[in-house]
């Protein structure tokens, strides 16, 4: 994990890359929005947790049950399960928005939920087979989302040749941006082990760091003697 110097002069300095200078030690420590997520990073800067515990670990702190949340790359319904154990409750509030391009990862999804939870929670989602570049277009206009989750590259167990691609990537961002309320949180997780991955983390490093300081907070997690680990940017808006 990469060490930033303690520039802030309250001698606090960053366990993350940081493309705004935004994210210290004191975001970490106290911050809302990594309470109850230290041991995770803990493990990650040890190399005994992976980026996607991470990821689920800060999911978890920011999550609140009845939000609405988006998994705009739903593959094989991992995160889609998370998510809705995240927002699910009695009140039936909460809502989990989950896309792919692919049908083959919105059936498999499907077949996982059901499988996996009860008819009640079974309706807090809602799949769809269409670019995540649209996520506009399926979320309400009155429902502020509490998080957006990406996982780019390719459906695992599927076919390498289909993966997600810079210029969708890119308006998918930055629809992300948008839809997401304060409080709230972008994450990506990148795989860049396949042709073109290092491309499309060029360009969710690009997007972060256009991100304005005063409004959104812009962190990375990267193994740098592993570089074709994955990497976890995390974005959120204050």
């Known amino acids: 994990a990469q060490l930033a ?14 493309f705004n200078n935004a994210c210290r030690t004191r975001d970490v420590v106290t911050g809302i929005w990594f309470a109850g997520a230290e041991e995770a990073v803990a493990g990650f800067v040890t190399g005994k947790r992976k980026a996607t515990e991470v990821a689920h670990a800060v999911w978890r702190s920011i999550v609140q049950k009845g939000d609405a949340v988006v998994d705009a790359t ?10 809705l154990k995240m927002v699910s409750d009695d009140t039936g509030r909460g809502r989990v928005y989950g896309m792919d391009i692919q049908d083959s990862a919105i059936d498999s999804t499907s077949s996982f939920l059901k499988m996996a939870v009860d008819s009640r929670e079974m309706e807090l989602v809602k799949l769809f087979a269409m670019c ?9 206009k009155d429902s502020p989302v509490r998080l957006v989750a990406f996982n780019l590259g390719y459906l695992p167990g599927g076919d390498k040749k289909i993966i997600t691609v810079p210029e969708t990537t890119e308006l998918a961002l930055q629809a992300a941006s948008r839809i997401v309320g304060s409080g ?20 969710v490093e690009s997007f ?7 409004t959104w907070v812009s962190c990375k997690f990267e193994m740098i003697n592993r570089p074709v680990a994955p990497v976890l940017v995390l974005l959120h808006k204050k």
Do not use: K, Q, W
Request: charged letters at 15%; hydrophobic letters at 40%; glycine letters at 12%.
């Open 184 to 203: 709230g949180l972008i994450s990506v997780l990148v795989y860049i082990g396949h042709l073109g991955g290092r491309d499309e983390l060029n360009i």
């Open 74 to 83: 739903c593959g094989n319904g991992n995160d889609t399960f998370a998510l």
């Open 208 to 214: 972060a760091s256009s991100l304005p300081a005063d």
């Open 5 to 18: 110097d303690p520039l802030s002069a309250a001698g606090s300095y960053s366990l993350f890359s940081s």
């Open 132 to 140: 995540h570049s649209r996520m506009e277009d399926i979320v309400p």
